[in-house]
T-cell receptor
Framework: GQQVMQIPQYQHVQEGEDFTTYCNSSTTLSNIQWYKQRPGGHPVFLIQ?????EVKKQKRLTFQFGEAKKNSSLHITATQTTDVGTYFCAGYYNQGGKLIFGQGTELSVKP | DGGITQSPKYLFRKEGQNVTLSCEQN?????MYWYRQDPGQGLRLIYYSQIVNDFQKGDIAEGYSVSREKKESFPLTVTSAQKNPTAFYLCASRQADYGYTFGSGTRLTVV
């Protein structure tokens, strides 16, 4: 079935270091979305990527969508303690009209 | 302010009891979703509804039921048939071509 794999599951970094999380789907995605969930909170929508090879930036965050529309990445430059949380990718497939979430990457930042 | 309201925030269920989780939105979104989140895991889709009076099963619908009698409301009932209901339940809504808006969630515990 449709599945989105996300790695790594956990990432511990020193403040100021960079961070990257990767998502991969076995089948072509219609689009991919990224969410952030702070500890004890709920997921908050960050961005949606639709086009093959698309790259979008939000301040220190860079999002990429692969050429084949099967993979995506989120890169954070110079992490800060406010970046702490779990980052989820979620793939949208044309069939079924539902969003499939990856397992998430939990980021901890040591000051 | 527009948003999604979930209630209660915490809920305790006895063995063999049915409980209903409330989800109300004033965003005028057509589609609504229920997800379950277990510790350290991603979000798994229980049920979704793309229009009033219609809904579809997600990946883990067994032991749950929903209704969509009004556009604003999408309650979830956790029945006694759900053998492991302790989890964090998230309701979300979506307007076409954009990300999901999540409620703040309900933490259900079996006692």
């Amino acid at each position: 079935g449709q599945q989105v794999m996300q790695i790594p599951q956990y990432q511990h970094v020193q403040e100021g270091e960079d961070f990257t999380t990767y998502c991969n789907s076995s089948t072509t995605l219609s689009n991919i979305q990224w969410y952030k969930q702070r500890p004890g909170g709920h997921p908050v929508f960050l961005i949606q990527l639709v086009k093959s090879g698309e790259v979008k930036k939000q301040k220190r965050l860079t999002f990429q969508f692969g050429e084949a529309k099967k993979n995506s990445s989120l890169h954070i430059t110079a992490t800060q303690t406010t970046d702490v949380g779990t980052y989820f990718c979620a793939g949208y497939y044309n069939q079924g009209g539902k969003l499939i979430f990856g397992q998430g990457t939990e980021l901890s930042v040591k000051p | 302010d527009g948003g999604i309201t979930q209630s209660p925030k915490y809920l305790f269920r006895k063995e063999g009891q049915n409980v209903t989780l409330s989800c109300e939105q004033n965003l005028n979104h057509d589609a609504m979703y229920w997800y379950r989140q277990d510790p350290g895991q991603g979000l798994r889709l229980i049920y979704y509804s793309q229009i009033v009076n219609d809904f579809q099963k997600g990946d883990i619908a067994e032991g749950y039921s929903v209704s969509r009698e009004k556009k604003e409301s999408f309650p979830l009932t956790v029945t006694s048939a759900q053998k492991n209901p302790t989890a964090f339940y998230l309701c979300a809504s979506r307007q076409a071509d954009y990300g999901y808006t999540f409620g703040s969630g309900t933490r259900l515990t079996v006692v």
